[in-house]
Each structure stands twice: as C-alpha cells, then as structure tokens.
C-alpha cells in the first residue's frame, strides 16, 4: 500500500522560508506525476507544482513561480517543496501527491485533484504579516 507522509510544515512571519517534505513508501517504481496542492479554509484545493517522473519536468502555478522549489530524491523516495518569499497569502493546507497511471495532458500540473488516487494527510503552513 502507497503511503505519502508529509512534514516540515509551521508558522513564519512574511518573508521567511520553509520545506516541506513527502515521505513515500509502499511502492516498487515510481509514480507517473507527483505534485503539490494547497486548500485554505473554505476554498477548494489548487495545484502548486508538479512533476511528470518520467521526464523531469516541472511546473508551477502562478502565484509561487521564482519563490517555491518542487525536487525530487529517489534514492530516499521523497518528494520536496522548498519555499521561500512566503506571503500570508501562502497560508493553507499543504498536501502532497501521486499516481501512477498514464498521463496523456502533458505536464502533471494539469492533472486535477480527483485524478490522483494517493495523498498524504497534509501539513499545515502558515504565514503572519
């Protein structure tokens, strides 16, 4: 059974600097795209980065492209989100995911929510002004 375990997560004032990290574990070959999604209260859950394993590639949404890092370790099966430039506006739930079937929509960043079938229990981020 896939598991994906999240930490680093806490509170920093605008401006400072976090990791998160996705343990994974329960697999034997990695997944077709991993990514990173955040939910605030009361909005839905977006897509931060992403990353197709087979080729490397990346994508970012918007709003954190020049201030977040999504990177991969496969020797230790984890998957990072190095943020940095946090604003309050980054405050949420932050989650990380995968799957393993084929993706044909190119970058996994526009793979939605539901088309993922693992996800870790969350790690919360919040950002003080």
């Known amino acids: 059974q896939v598991q994906l375990v999240e930490s680093g997560g806490g509170s920093v004032q605008a401006g400072g600097s976090l990791r998160l990290s996705c343990a994974a574990s329960?697999?034997?070959?990695?997944?077709?795209?991993m990514g990173w999604f955040r939910q605030a209260p009361g909005k839905e859950r977006d897509g931060v980065a992403a990353?197709?394993?087979?080729?490397?590639?990346?994508r970012y949404a918007d709003s954190v492209k020049g201030r977040f890092t999504i990177s991969q370790d496969n020797v230790k099966n984890t998957l990072y989100l190095q943020m940095n430039s946090l604003k309050p506006e980054d405050t949420a739930m932050y989650y990380c995911?995968?799957?393993?079937?084929?993706?044909?929509?190119?970058?996994?960043?526009?793979?939605?929510?539901?088309?993922?079938?693992?996800w870790g229990q969350g790690t919360q981020v919040t950002v003080s002004s």
């Open positions: 329960g697999y034997t070959y990695s997944p077709i795209c």
């Open positions: 990353i197709n394993t087979d080729d490397g590639s990346i």
């Open positions: 995911a995968a799957d393993y079937r084929r993706w044909s929509g190119g970058s996994c960043y526009y793979r939605a929510p539901a088309s993922y079938n693992y």
